[in-house]
């Protein structure tokens, strides 16, 4: 009986999953949020939980919570059944969830408060920036003497910024590890004489930096997203009893993405597993692409595979890509595990378990029937932005009913393409030809965007501008105007009336229209619903800044994922206004403006956990991480070249900064404690070095990976002979898996050995 539509091998692990601990290695497009859902779904039909407990089910984004709240409830009403008896929680808002019965045995005070990313990456640069005022002689001794004025102020911006990089590194590791900034200055002082001098300084400034910023977030009861999770953890040690009672209300854990889990994370669902032991763990080891900038690691969930007590099941069978393009995607796979030159990514990089199957006849979701897959190779970066915007131009403006992508392996070379496709867009100005996601997702922005402007407005009621500008907001999020030829007349009204005579109008008064406008009901009706929604809002402003920004988001946003980015943004406000006292309604709207505007990072490294989806007939630029788990018809993958997918730890990485006579800071820094954390001895620097530049090569061909199965039906390969000022090479993975003859016949892929003459004169 398969009431679910389930494929055999997701059926095989929903009707035979009774319980203990499950590891579940799903490819790309194989279907595991539909699996979770469905396994949820079958515990509860088969009555596996009782009237007063919960399964749990565990993501790590908000978006996703939502998704997977749907499928649930989906797969209830198909078994027939009601849609209650589980539970969906993002792994910070379970940590929440638990230090919130009992701060006491979390150790933190009652009325703590959770610094989000944004607010605690503010957080840690004001860190950063304090360190360098204090040592300031120390640190510009890392840089070069003979420089110019100009040079200097540069290179001092670049320095800042790496040494925040420096300083996250640190400080997220060492909280993983689960080390207050005391001992890791005790693991530094404790190296012994001849172990101090080959202290990485980076490793010593990143744990100053770390204690500073552990100082501060401490004296105002603050935590963030990593001392949450910690804190549940002592909460739960603290307390058997109260561990065991957890458990029984979540007697059935199930955790989604499991292959970006850090230690924190592994121990906190294994403390509420403990009794039960039912912990399901799903994930793909082959698309693990944070662990060099963040704790995650893909080791932990290769190794809770492998542990005697876990059973293993597949999910391989996947209907998003071509034969072509799984045959490419398995080739990389064979290739890395087999014949990489370096052996210890063999087991690093890619699992052979990962190999992807299409999909039987019948499938409901079968692959493309053909795929096509071309190498391009361009004498410049110049000319492969250029070119490969230009390609994709024709491609949805030929194919409007099709999904297109451009990713970039980084936000500098995306700028570039960026630059290209606006060019094209001004002899378009009748339809949007792409979509910027680089920096911050699309939705993100609509929601800052129009929460900036309202709370500009409640700063400056009197401001004639004020409301053309939210109105504006609005209509580009898709709320209130339609944009239509009457724009000009409505804004003519908003710019000449008196807003206080509009705002709050006397009884029976003739409406504040300049002379000779008239407006038509449907204009007036959009007008005056525009201003008792402003005039709420400025009733509403006597309130502290996230209260009024939820207030606002109540009235303007009806999906849960603009709801749940506005609840985010209000938090990090209300933040910002504590640490800033002085601060006015208009230095709030200017905080949401940097967002809007992409000059400020929030939040998300994906697409999906903004609850981005792609539209037909448009460009979506972005990078490759913030592709994972999205899906394409035509995917341009750009800039695949050893630059930026190196194969030697001996050569040459983008990472090493000139300045610093070549080292990577924040690397460095991070194996060192890592390796002084797990008492490792005798390694020099240079083994250091070569161990993080391994991980790194490895993490490339994850991404790689991922690139590559974000295709449908078409990926096309561009590289760049010169980069960097130096000549460059096709990265040498995709050169080895493109060898195969039978391969590159059978997806008809063509290297241009000569430049793109196209002179795009169509687009």
């Known amino acids: 009986m398969n009431p679910l539509n389930l494929r055999p091998q997701q059926a095989h692990i929903v009707n035979t999953y009774a319980g203990g601990r499950l590891a579940v290695s799903a490819v790309p497009g194989s279907g595991k949020t539909q699996t979770l859902a469905a396994l949820a779904a079958h515990l509860l039909a088969r009555g596996m939980v009782g009237p007063d407990a919960e399964i749990l089910v565990v993501t790590f984004t908000n978006s996703a919570v939502e998704n997977i709240k749907a499928r649930i409830r989906l797969a209830l009403r198909d078994l027939g059944l009601g849609d209650d008896g589980f539970r969906v929680l993002t792994l910070h808002g379970l940590a929440n969830a638990v230090v919130r019965e009992r701060p006491d045995l979390a150790g933190v005070a009652s009325d703590y408060h959770i610094d989000d990313e944004l607010s605690s990456g503010r957080a840690l640069s004001d860190a950063a920036r304090w360190f360098t005022q204090q040592e300031r002689d120390y640190w510009l001794s890392f840089l070069p003497s003979d420089l110019t004025q100009q040079q200097r102020y540069q290179l001092e911006s670049e320095w800042f910024d790496e040494t925040v990089r420096v300083a996250a590194e640190v400080t997220k590791l060492a909280k993983h590890l689960r080390l207050r900034p005391a001992e890791v200055r005790a693991l530094i002082l404790g190296a012994g004489d001849a172990g101090r001098e080959g202290i990485s ?17 401490r004296a105002g009861s603050r935590l963030d997203f990593d001392d949450l999770i910690w804190a549940a953890i002592r909460a739960l040690n603290n307390d058997d009893d109260f561990c065991r009672r957890l458990g029984r209300r979540w007697p059935f854990i199930l955790e989604d993405e499991a292959q970006d889990s850090t230690p924190l994370q592994e121990e906190i669902l294994a403390l509420l597993s403990r009794e039960h032991g039912n912990w399901v763990r799903v994930g ?19 190794a809770f595979k492998q542990r005697s007590d876990v059973r293993a099941m597949p999910l391989t069978v996947s209907g998003r890509s071509a034969p072509e393009i799984i045959a490419l995607a398995n080739r990389l796979v064979d290739w890395t595990t087999r014949a990489h030159p370096e052996p210890d990514v063999w087991r690093q990089a890619l699992s052979a378990d990962g190999i992807i199957q299409p999909t039987p006849p019948g499938d409901p979701q079968p692959n493309p029937v053909a795929g096509r897959i071309r190498l391009q190779a361009f004498d410049s970066e110049d000319a492969e932005a250029q070119k490969v915007a230009q390609s994709a131009v024709r491609f949805v403006l030929s194919a409007p009913d099709k999904t297109c992508a451009i990713l970039s392996p980084t936000h500098a070379f995306g700028h570039r393409i960026l630059r290209a496709l606006a060019e094209i867009q001004a002899r378009h100005p009748q339809r949007a030809l792409y979509q910027d996601q680089l920096r911050n997702a699309q939705p993100v922005r609509n929601v800052a965007r129009v929460l900036a402007q309202a709370v500009r407005l409640c700063g400056q009621p009197t401001n004639t501008n004020a409301l053309v500008e939210l109105r504006s907001a609005m209509a580009e999020a898709g709320i209130g105007s339609s944009g239509d030829a009457r724009d000009n007349r409505v804004k003519a009204l908003l710019r000449s009336a008196r807003p206080e005579r509009l705002l709050f109008p006397l009884p029976d ?25 402003a005039a709420h809002w400025l009733r509403a402003s006597v309130l502290p800044v996230d209260q009024l920004i939820l207030a606002i988001a109540q009235q303007l946003f009806t999906q849960e994922n603009d709801l749940a980015i506005a609840h985010s943004l209000a938090a990090s406000l209300r933040r910002y206004m504590m640490l800033h006292p002085d601060a006015l309604l208009a230095d709030a709207a200017r905080e949401l403006d940097a967002i809007a505007a992409n000059r400020q990072r929030y939040l998300s490294s994906s697409l999906i956990e903004a609850g981005f989806r792609p539209a037909a007939g448009q460009i979506t630029l972005t990078t490759m991480h913030k592709a994972k788990g999205l899906e394409w018809d035509r995917v341009y993958l750009t800039c695949v070249d050893e630059v930026e997918f190196p194969h030697d730890a001996s050569g040459e990485f983008r990472g090493q900064v000139w300045y610093l006579a070549g080292h990577d800071p924040a690397l460095e820094a991070r194996v060192q404690l890592e390796a002084l954390a797990g008492g490792a001895s005798g390694w020099t620097e240079a083994d250091l070095l070569r161990r993080a530049r391994l991980e790194y090569i490895a993490e490339r061909l994850r991404l790689l990976y991922v690139g590559i199965t974000r295709a449908r039906s078409d990926l096309f390969i561009s590289y760049s002979r010169r980069r960097m000022e130096r000549d460059n090479r096709l990265a040498l993975a995709m050169r080895e898996v493109l060898r195969d003859g039978s391969l590159a016949r059978s997806a008809g892929w063509l290297e241009q050995t000569k430049p793109d003459t196209t002179n795009g004169a169509d687009v």
């Open 509 to 533: 008064a003739a409406p504040p229209l300049p002379a000779g406008l008239t407006l038509r009901e449907d204009e007036a009706r959009e007008v005056y619903a525009l201003a008792a929604l």
């Open 201 to 217: 300084p980076f490793l010593r400034i990143g744990a100053v930096i770390y204690e500073r910023y552990d100082r501060v977030l």
């Open 284 to 302: 793909d080891p082959n698309q693990a692409i944070m662990t060099t900038f963040t704790a995650s690691d893909v080791r932990f969930f290769r």
